[in-house]
């Protein structure tokens, strides 16, 4: 929110600091400051408002209590008069007819002579806060809501017919918004579940968002109907984001402020227009407000302070921080009973009153003091202590941890309001997802030089007898090698676990489709040994590491395989033809081909030599197409018959 110095410092009596002063009490006890800026001789602080504190200080005047009760400057009392009486005999009709979306309902018919220019006091006002001055009658609302925080609106009477009546909206019912950045003369279409103000026409407002073209007030207008209102801010949230229709006012009742606010707006705003116009002329009020909120009241023991911030508060200067902020202090058999401010909504319960007394006394305060050094004998976690251990063997092994998700279409336990179908019950099993990141990884198998792809998860399955912790073991050979499977390649895991474990796994391998997973419970046993380090960590010698290496982040674009086999004479090695495609592909792919040329198959037959190498391809900036890697491989092939080898 941006405050400007100059308006701030109409709440007191004597100057405030500088600006600069200011922002750094805000900083160390309310509010971040992001910026300061010089406009036409005024500071403007540009105050980062968080939701928790938005109930309040979204306006002038909370800003100003945050003042008081950082500096101990003293609010004037009576900086804004009494509202006119009422010399009208006319007033509005108004209906209400879902007290839980309008809380309140304050309206208020006013006659003017007419609608003049915006004065120069209420330009400099609005301008310095980055807003747009429009005439005296609509200036007038912005300026007490950026004043005291209540959202205001002001209908042409003579435009609205018969009863105002606060309503759900109609589907499909339609509304011509008044002008703003949205756009001139923007139609929107409405839905059951926004709400409007509307009289025997049609909508007249969208309530708490915009108001219609219809009633809008012109340079013409002579005769008013003042709005001041409480709407639910969960339902102007809602309308606001589904049209796109964010405004300063949207944004105050989508942070939820009191209905308390709703007399004073209406008050400051009539006074204001009275001061601006003085032949303007009021009638009574009309003042619906089904349930009325009380007043919060928490009983606080001040012993809980030194207790929760860990310094001793003098408990005078507690008491006069909570009266700075507005707030009622009585005392009962050494309880405090502290009545909050109405709009202090961000309070309900002893340790928020703690908070408030913590960052206004300083937090900077509370002396430094380190945690008490742990001499017992910790107990360890036995399950979390083996399965790392589990962990790190397998990663020696060339195994790598994935984690999938522990949500799945069905399961014993199952979610009583899912977000998907697909997770809508706690997992059984971790092998059925473990048989899916196989094949998934299996495509990129190529690229990382993978001959097989080996993975685990240990994680928690949800069994109808309870909850366990499950080891899951999968693997996919990709490289067809004789005498060697993914069952084999499992099996012998598992003799390295159990032998390094010491314990044996005690499960069948399940093989499908070429993939290979075992699936076992952890359980650890009552009564066992904690597991004790002996060693020690030994200096690591940063020497030892090149210094040309660096990060190269993975290319998000696909690659392209390519496989060449050749003849080659009996004399010629494997070396000799994987330098020759080497060197004729890197001058004239660059740094294209990123993988290869690896060997995959070999033989002799009579007096020549049988070779296939793979290469991949792939760019970091673009996807290679088929024509450019083929433009690539016929170069090759054209070295490859200037060496008399034939392609095959």
């Not at 310095?128 to 925080?149: E, H, K, L, P, Y």
């Not at 023991?301 to 006069?320: F, H, M, N, Q, T």
């Not at 700075?324 to 009962?332: K, N, P, T």
């Not at 693997?475 to 099996?491: A, D, G, R």
């Amino acid at each position: 929110m941006k405050v400007s110095l100059n308006w701030l410092e109409t709440y007191f009596e004597k100057p405030l600091p500088k600006a600069e002063v200011l922002a750094e009490f805000f900083n160390f006890h309310a509010f971040e400051v992001e910026g300061i800026e010089e406009i036409d001789g005024d500071s403007v602080l540009d105050v980062k408002v968080l939701p928790d504190r938005a109930h309040y200080a979204l306006s002038h005047r909370g800003i100003a209590r945050e003042v008081t009760a950082i500096t101990g400057q003293v609010l004037k009392s009576d900086r804004i008069p009494n509202g006119p009486e009422s010399t009208l005999s006319k007033k509005p009709k108004v209906q209400i007819e879902d007290n839980l979306f309008c809380r309140r309902y304050m309206a208020r018919y006013a006659e003017v002579s007419k609608v003049t220019e915006s004065n120069p006091h209420a330009r400099v006002m609005l301008g310095a806060i980055g807003q747009r001055a429009i005439n005296t009658i609509v200036d007038a609302t912005n300026i007490v809501m950026f004043d005291m925080g209540q959202p205001l609106h002001i209908f042409d009477a003579d435009k609205v017919v018969g009863t105002i009546v606060i309503r759900a909206a109609k589907d499909g019912e339609k509304i011509v918004l008044l002008d703003s950045v949205a756009g001139a003369d923007r139609e929107v279409s409405l839905i059951s579940t926004d709400h409007v103000i509307a009289d025997d026409e049609g909508p007249i407002a969208i309530a708490g968002v915009k108001g219609d073209k219809r009633a809008g007030v012109t340079d013409t207008t002579k005769n008013l109907i003042i709005e001041s209102a409480n709407f639910d801010s969960t339902s102007v949230r809602r309308t606001s984001t589904r049209l796109n229709l964010r405004s300063e006012s949207s944004k105050r009742y989508e942070n939820e402020i009191t209905p308390e606010f709703t007399a004073s707006g209406m008050n400051d705003v009539c006074a204001l227009i009275a001061h601006n116009i003085p032949e303007a002329v009021f009638g009574p009020i009309v003042d619906i407000y089904p349930v009325k909120v009380e007043q919060t009241v928490i009983d606080f023991d001040p012993k809980y302070i030194e207790e929760r911030l860990g310094v001793s508060v003098p408990l005078a200067d507690a008491r006069d921080i909570l009266m700075r902020l507005d707030m009622g202090v009585s005392e009962e058999d050494d309880i405090w009973k502290i009545k909050l401010p109405f709009d202090r909504l961000d309070i309900t319960s002893p340790i928020d009153i703690i908070e408030e007394i913590g960052r206004i006394y300083g937090y900077d305060k509370v002396p430094s003091v380190l945690p008490p050094v742990i001499t017992d004998t910790v107990p360890m976690d036995k399950t979390f202590y083996w399965t790392e251990h589990l962990k790190d063997l397998f990663v020696t092994l060339g195994f790598s941890e994935v984690q999938t998700y522990t949500l799945v279409p069905k399961g014993y336990y199952e979610v009583s309001y899912p977000l998907a179908s697909d997770k809508s019950a706690l997992r059984e099993r971790l092998a059925p997802r473990m048989n899916e990141v196989l094949m998934m990884n299996a495509h990129n198998a190529d690229i990382l030089g993978l001959e097989a792809v080996k993975v685990f998860e240990i994680g928690k399955v949800f069994t109808k007898s309870g909850e366990k912790v499950s080891l899951a073991i999968g693997v996919l050979q990709i490289k067809k090698k004789k005498s060697m499977t993914s069952e084999s390649i499992l099996k012998e895991t598992i003799v390295q676990i159990e032998k390094m474990s010491g314990a044996s796994l005690g499960a069948s391998i399940e093989v499908r489709d070429g993939v290979a997973i075992i699936e076992v419970d952890i359980i650890m046993r009552e009564g066992g040994n904690t597991p004790e380090f002996n060693g020690k960590i030994s200096e690591l010698d940063l020497g030892l590491f090149s210094k040309g290496k660096r990060y190269v982040p993975f290319s998000r674009y696909p690659f392209i395989v390519r496989d060449i086999a050749l003849f080659t004479p009996a004399v010629t090695n494997e070396e000799m033809v994987r330098e020759v495609i080497q060197s004729s592909l890197t001058s004239s792919t660059g740094e294209l081909m990123v993988k290869g040329p690896d060997c995959f198959d070999r033989f002799e037959k009579g007096d020549k030599k049988s070779f296939a190498f793979r290469m991949i391809f792939q760019a970091s900036d673009r996807t290679l197409s088929d024509e450019e890697v083929n433009g690539f491989m016929q170069m090759l092939y054209e070295v490859i018959k200037e060496r008399g080898w034939e392609v095959r």
